[in-house]
């Protein structure tokens, strides 16, 4: 028997390409794709030569 079946391997794919998607969308709003150090969230966006956390405001510490 197959490890997968068709539909799983279809869902894989799919789900797949829509984290594809959705990382070029966050790419194409600014986002770094790098965590934030006082909120962990993957929010941080370009700020001159730094980034910014546009979830809490932090620094990656230079300002």
Known sequence: TALF???AAKEAAEAKALAATR???SLMQGYTG???SECH???MVRNGTCEKC???GATSGCS
Request: glycine share 0%; charged share 35%.
């Open 5 to 7: 079946t068709d539909d």
């Open 23 to 25: 990382r070029q969308q």
């Open 34 to 36: 790098n965590e934030c």
């Open 41 to 43: 969230n993957f929010t």
């Open 54 to 56: 546009d979830t809490c």
